[in-house]
């Protein structure tokens, strides 16, 4: 479901017809991605291997159709294959790159998240009730047939809440992957330049001092905005590498 959804920001016409071939093959690669790294025929690396080459020839074959096509799409695909005339437009592989990392970086986050807060919320009334008050309180201002839209998203206060508490106490990222640019030394441990780290950001989430009671599911703990915002908060990671997704992860 989550796959489809961004599929269909990807390449919206297209998204129903070819989204059950593109699923079975990123599995693969998902798959792939988070095994143990030996290359050999049967494995999961080797399947996902594989994996990665039909989605990029899935891909593939659709930027030709879209390109032999007189017919514009206002979908993200178009965007960025009829992007040719500015400096910045990207050339082919770096579409597919660009397409590929988007898809991998919301699916799994997303589901898990979604799958997670629907558990904390039914072994919390109290937080359902609030929840359920928030969201018929915005649909009380529209028609029946009217959809939400960017405003009412923004007004999901304690939703929000709901969604960064779920991140906390279900860690869904549990670290950041960084390679040092030159040598550190760190409690008395020295860390080679070059060097590829797993920065484990776990922990932080269940510091008493930075969340009282951690163990607690307290979505009202984020009713203060400006707990996002601390340095100390690497739900979505950090610097420049921050994830862009966590508007469309509470959307
Ligand atoms: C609950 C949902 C999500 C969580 C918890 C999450 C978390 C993260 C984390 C921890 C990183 C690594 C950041 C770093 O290295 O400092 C990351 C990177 C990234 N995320 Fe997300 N993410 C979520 C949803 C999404 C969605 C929906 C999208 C796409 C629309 C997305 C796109 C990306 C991309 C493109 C990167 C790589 C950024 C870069 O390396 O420059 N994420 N995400």
């Given at each position: 479901m989550v796959l489809l959804m961004a599929f269909k920001q990807i390449a919206e016409v297209e998204s129903r017809s070819i989204y059950g071939a593109i699923k079975i093959e990123f599995d693969k690669m998902f798959i792939g991605s988070l095994s143990l790294p030996i290359n050999l025929?049967?494995?999961?690396y080797y399947q996902g291997f594989k994996g990665r080459q039909n989605v990029i020839k899935i891909l593939r074959d659709l930027m030709k159709k879209r390109r032999a096509s007189p017919v514009t799409n206002e979908d993200m695909l178009d965007q960025l294959i009829r992007d040719l005339d500015t400096k910045s437009a990207l050339n082919d592989d770096e579409i597919i790159d660009q397409i590929i990392t988007i898809l991998y970086s919301g699916y799994e986050t997303v589901s898990t998240t979604s799958m997670m807060s629907v558990k904390y919320l039914h072994d919390h009334p109290k937080a359902l009730e609030e929840l359920r008050d928030e969201h018929f309180a915005i649909r009380k201002g529209k028609t029946a047939d009217e959809p939400l839209d960017w405003d009412d998203y923004k007004s999901m206060r304690f939703t929000r809440a709901v969604i960064f508490e779920t991140l906390r106490l279900a860690t869904i990222i549990n670290g950041v992957l960084r390679k040092t640019t030159h040598e550190m030394k760190l409690n008395g441990f020295v860390i080679p330049k070059g060097w590829r780290i797993y920065v484990y950001t776990r922990e932080i989430n269940y510091d008493p001092f930075l969340y009282?009671?951690?163990?607690?599911f307290n979505p009202w703990r984020w009713m203060d905005k400006s707990l996002e915002t601390h340095n100390y908060c690497l739900l979505f990671g950090g610097g420049s590498r921050l994830c862009p997704g966590?508007?469309?992860s509470s959307e």
């Open positions: 025929p049967g494995t999961n009282p009671e951690p163990l607690k966590p508007e469309r």
